[in-house]
T-cell receptor
Framework: AQSVTQLGSHVSVSEGALVLLRCNYS??????LFWYVQYPNQGLQLLLK??????LVKGINGFEAEFKKSETSFHLTKPSAHMSDAAEYFC??????????????FGTGTKLQVIP | DGGITQSPKYLFRKEGQNVTLSCEQNLNHDAMYWYRQDPGQGLRLIYY???????QKGDIAEGYSVSREKKESFPLTVTSAQKNPTAFYLC????????????FGSGTRLTVV
């Protein structure tokens, strides 16, 4: 079984401040981990993914995430928030196995507000 | 440009009606998926298809049906058996498995009137 917990359904930051969105997972097998972003009334867009290579993963729009196995975490960060970063962010986990269907579990999302 | 096209963007359904949501992709992806999104609940899988002419139920398949007659197309029918169909519906595709990451369409918002 696998699960994803996103701490904080709403996060507010000032423009130019650090963005930190938290994601903790549980998985009985080595996971693949993802962050997606969703703008209002749009589909989700893949920001970045961890697939057991480098633990620090860089994505689009200046975001990055670090896989910490000991903490079962995959937090998303960006050094300086921009107004255009205001959106909802979803963390997701799959089993990472190569055979059969890999179930994807999504977190419930974190809405990021950027204050000018 | 390659991508996934969902139509219509907004759809209104009367009680007792069946409605069909369209999903077309030109990414040459093998696998396609339908998710339902409700506020505060994340995404829940309705159906998925890994190859043409084959599909599997997801976590909340009751009241929904799909077909996969072509690689590019994966339409979703919301039947009258679905008691609470008002939601945002997202279609996604992946190269073979979700481990590669999803490409999503822009969604269809279905409202019961």
């Amino acid at each position: 079984a696998q699960s994803v917990t996103q701490l904080g359904s709403h996060v507010s930051v000032s423009e130019g401040a650090l963005v930190l969105l938290r994601c903790n997972y549980s998985s009985s097998v080595p996971p693949y981990l993802f962050w997606y972003v969703q703008y209002p009334n749009q589909g989700l867009q893949l920001l970045l993914k961890y697939t057991s290579a480098a633990t620090l993963v860089k994505g689009i729009n200046g975001f990055e995430a670090e896989f910490k196995k000991s903490e079962t975490s995959f937090h998303l960060t960006k050094p300086s928030a921009h107004m255009s970063d205001a959106a909802e962010y979803f963390c997701a986990v799959t089993s990472g196995s190569s055979g059969g269907y890999q179930k994807v579990t999504f977190g419930t999302g974190t809405k990021l507000q950027v204050i000018p | 440009d390659g991508g996934i096209t969902q139509s219509p963007k907004y759809l209104f359904r009367k009680e007792g009606q069946n409605v069909t949501l369209s999903c077309e992709q030109n990414l040459n992806h093998d696998a396609m998926y339908w998710y339902r999104q409700d506020p505060g609940q994340g995404l829940r899988l309705i159906y998925y298809s890994q190859i043409v002419n084959d599909f599997q139920k997801g976590d909340i398949a009751e009241g929904y049906s799909v077909s996969r007659e072509k690689k590019e197309s994966f339409p979703l029918t919301v039947t009258s058996a679905q008691k609470n169909p008002t939601a945002f519906y997202l279609c996604a595709s992946s190269i073979r498995t979700p481990n590669y990451g999803y490409t999503f369409g822009s969604g269809t918002r279905l409202t019961v009137v």
